[in-house]
Nanobody, 122 residues
């Protein structure tokens, strides 16, 4: 199971750090990702990280502002979000992948957290 937390209300230009806590023994073996869904829009890819943390991938819209990381000893993944914009407002979901390659496709992910709301006021 995955539990996302850390969302909230922040002003534009501010920062938030999301956490995704995993239960079970498979976290350290899985590539992980963050996705988000804004009101009236489809869920979209934000960032992904390999099981070791050695490789990452970002959506163009967040590159340079967001940083994905993980601590396998704590079974936790993070998303540091800086320079937030109103268009970053969405429910953010963490997800675990069942494929070996780093993927931005939702079809590569089979375990999903419940989501945490991020609201950026302009």
């Amino acid at each position: 199971q995955l539990q996302a937390s850390g969302g909230g209300l922040v002003q534009a230009g501010g920062s938030l750090r999301l956490s995704c806590a995993a239960s079970g023994r498979t976290f350290s073996n899985k590539n992980m990702g963050w996705f988000r869904q804004a009101p009236g829009k489809e869920r979209e890819f934000v960032a992904a990280i390999t099981w070791s943390g050695g490789d990452t991938n970002y959506a163009d819209s967040v590159k340079g502002r967001f940083t994905i990381s993980r601590d396998n000893a704590k079974n936790t993944m993070y998303l540091q979000m800086n320079s937030l914009k109103s268009e970053d407002t969405a429910v953010y979901y963490c997800a675990g992948s069942f494929v070996r390659a780093l993927s931005s496709s939702q079809r590569a992910y089979d375990t999903w957290g419940q989501g945490t709301q991020v609201t950026v006021s302009s």
